[in-house]
């Protein structure tokens, strides 16, 4: 009886050990990005810096956004929209406020969204400061595969040897 107990024991613990060493283990990537000290348009004096959570379809991925601004005073007004293909976790609230003030000039956001389908996809933020003007930003969110895929470039020469992008022609008729 006791080689029974063993033996039972012995084989519970060599699956278990076969299943987690088969076990997908993979600790989401980390996208991040900034528009510090990059060029911009005219508008509000607003920057962003953003961390995205890189997950397979149908995981959360966690999106962290600072929004900073110079500007002390007034309300800096958030309009936030979602690609169609992204799910949010919880409710977002699609126009946020922030009352801009001497001791902060970082104002945090966060969200959790999924997707269905591999892609990359947007969280659109469109930044306000009355009298400063407005900034418009696109944090993309990698979902499964999605991540990997670049487009090619077809770099060719011309007659002279200067290099040049060939692409598709897009055309529409009015």
């Given at each position: 009886?006791?080689?029974?107990?063993?033996?039972?024991?012995?084989?519970?613990?060599?699956?278990?050990?076969?299943?987690?060493?088969?076990?997908?283990?993979?600790?989401?990537?980390?996208?991040?990005?900034?528009?510090?000290?990059?060029?911009?348009?005219?508008?509000?004096?607003?920057?962003?810096?953003?961390?995205?959570?890189?997950?397979?379809?149908?995981?959360?991925?966690?999106?962290?956004?600072?929004?900073?601004?110079?500007?002390?005073t007034g309300i800096m007004h958030v309009k936030i929209k979602i690609d169609k293909q992204l799910s949010a976790l919880q409710k977002v609230n699609k126009n946020v406020s922030f009352t801009l003030?001497?001791?902060?000039?970082?104002?945090?956001?966060?969200?959790?969204?999924?997707?269905?389908?591999?892609?990359?996809?947007?969280?659109?933020?469109?930044?306000?400061?009355?009298?400063?003007?407005?900034?418009?930003?696109?944090?993309?969110?990698?979902?499964?595969?999605?991540?990997?895929?670049?487009?090619?470039?077809?770099?060719?020469?011309?007659?002279?040897?200067?290099?040049?992008?060939?692409?598709?022609?897009?055309?529409?008729?009015?």
């Amino acid at each position: 009886m006791n080689n029974l107990i063993k033996l039972c024991i012995s084989s519970v613990l060599i699956g278990s050990i076969a299943m987690a060493s088969t076990a997908k283990v993979s600790e989401p990537k980390l996208i991040k990005g900034t528009s510090i000290g990059k060029y911009a348009k005219p508008g509000a004096p607003v920057d962003i810096t953003y961390t995205s959570q890189n997950v397979e379809v149908g995981e959360s991925a966690e999106v962290n956004f600072d929004l900073s601004t110079s500007v002390q005073t007034g309300i800096m007004h958030v309009k936030i929209k979602i690609d169609k293909q992204l799910s949010a976790l919880q409710k977002v609230n699609k126009n946020v406020s922030f009352t801009l003030d001497k001791s902060t000039n970082v104002y945090p956001l966060k969200m959790n969204v999924s997707a269905e389908a591999d892609g990359v996809y947007y969280i659109k933020l469109l930044v306000t400061i009355k009298g400063k003007g407005a900034r418009a930003f696109a944090v993309p969110v990698y979902i499964g595969e999605g991540r990997v895929k670049k487009s090619k470039v077809s770099v060719q020469k011309t007659a002279s040897g200067e290099n040049i992008s060939v692409s598709k022609a897009v055309e529409s008729v009015e």
